[in-house]
């Protein structure tokens, strides 16, 4: 797979995008299934959401759905949602708390760690290594307090590809460290369903020149955003509130209790991160929301947002609402437009792509990163 040219030079200060079919073609779709979320670490869920030992979530990765959970121990796994007997599902309920694993067509059971531990005449078949006709385990990872997994036979490296962006973005890893993202807890969850393809919206996170159009809250809160330079352009650089500005909220009223570890050149600056091919982290002094995507079809894509505090602004109730709000509408403005973007997708007008320009032109390096993927 290539990405097509304009049949026109462009201008100088334009670069090509994706041509139409990229965001449309089932088959392109299946082939970022195979080749980008399967072979990638991709975030699943935070670690919260399998609080206890026996409690399971069921998610999705490309074509596979996987169980993650924890075993006794409270470690964290995850396993391919497929019984090594005859295929059943082996959970059907997307989560819960479990004793253990069992199959609901011939009772083959597997205890939290994958080992199958009875089945009907198990004892029979005494050939049967009860560990290789265990759950097949996918590889885990567990960073910012989120688990991260990849389908995977050999992962790639997690610190060559996700901590790499991190790198891209800020310089380091340990800028974002000064965060302690995995100390922080969920205030609130919001999820999205988006009727657009899964690089409409990474794209449109990767840049700025639409903050002027649909973003009047954020741009109040951050001007500089309103002269179309993305916060994800400069290496290390953080977007600044405005002088009038006392936190990042909806009206820009003073947020809550700041992040104690940050540098003063982190302060009253908001950070993004991009770590394909599935999660935005977003940074501000006083919290984290993190986005994670799930791509469901090649027109949809089911995204979660956290919005994270210091564990003591949650557990003593206090309001972030205004917090969230601002996100939120962001979300919302921005989706919206990947929605209205995605049926020109499948215009002959948009065969050989767009534009980018020059705002826009760090999009290119997405361009490729997924080319280079397809095609290898």
Excluded at 107 to 115: E, I, N, R, S, V
Excluded at 117 to 136: C, F, K, Q, S
Aim: proline share 5%; net charge negative; aromatic share 10%.
């Amino acid at each position: 797979m290539i990405i097509e040219q304009l049949d026109q030079p462009l201008p100088g200060s334009l670069m090509p995008t994706l041509s139409g079919n990229y965001y449309t073609d089932p088959a392109i779709f299946h082939a970022e299934q195979v080749r980008i979320f399967e072979r990638s670490w991709f975030c699943v869920l935070h670690e919260s959401d399998i609080p206890t030992p026996g409690a399971y979530k069921l998610v999705q990765v490309g074509r596979e759905q996987l169980i993650v959970s924890r075993n006794r121990r409270k470690e964290v796994s995850a396993f391919f949602n497929v019984c090594r007997h005859r295929g059943m599902r082996v959970c059907t309920e997307d989560e819960g708390t479990r004793r253990n694993f069992q199959c609901g067509y011939h009772a083959w059971t597997y205890d939290l760690d994958g080992k199958l531990i009875a089945a009907p005449n198990l004892t029979r078949m005494p050939d049967i290594d009860r560990e290789d006709y265990g759950l097949r385990k996918v590889h885990v990872r567990e960073w910012l307090g989120y688990v991260w997994v990849c389908t995977a036979e050999e992962p790639p490296s997690f610190e060559e590809t996700v901590l790499a962006e991190v790198v891209d973005r800020l310089g380091n890893v340990e800028s974002l460290d000064k965060y302690r993202v995995e100390d922080l807890k969920i205030a609130k969850r919001i999820a999205y369903e988006v009727k657009a393809n899964w690089k409409l919206i990474i794209e449109n996170f990767m840049e700025c020149y639409h903050c002027a159009t649909i973003h009047p809250e954020l741009t109040e809160v951050i001007p500089e955003f309103a002269e179309g330079w993305a916060a994800q352009t400069n290496v290390g650089e953080g977007a600044h509130f405005g002088d009038e500005i006392e936190g990042f909220t909806v009206d820009g009223s003073a947020g809550v209790t700041e992040l104690p570890l940050i540098d003063p050149n982190q302060d009253r600056r908001y950070f993004a991160i991009t770590v394909r091919p599935n999660v935005f982290i977003n940074m501000v002094p006083d919290h984290v929301i993190i986005h994670r995507m799930f791509p469901t079809t090649e027109h949809s894509t089911y995204v979660e947002c956290d919005w994270l505090f210091l564990p003591e602004v949650v557990d003593a109730g206090i309001d972030v609402s205004k917090s969230v709000e601002l996100f939120d509408r962001v979300n919302l403005q921005d989706f919206d437009a990947c929605e209205k973007t995605q049926p020109a997708m499948s215009s002959r007008i948009y065969d050989h792509g767009g534009a980018l320009v020059p705002a826009e032109h760090h999009i290119s390096l997405f361009h490729e990163w997924l080319v280079t993927q397809l095609a290898d």
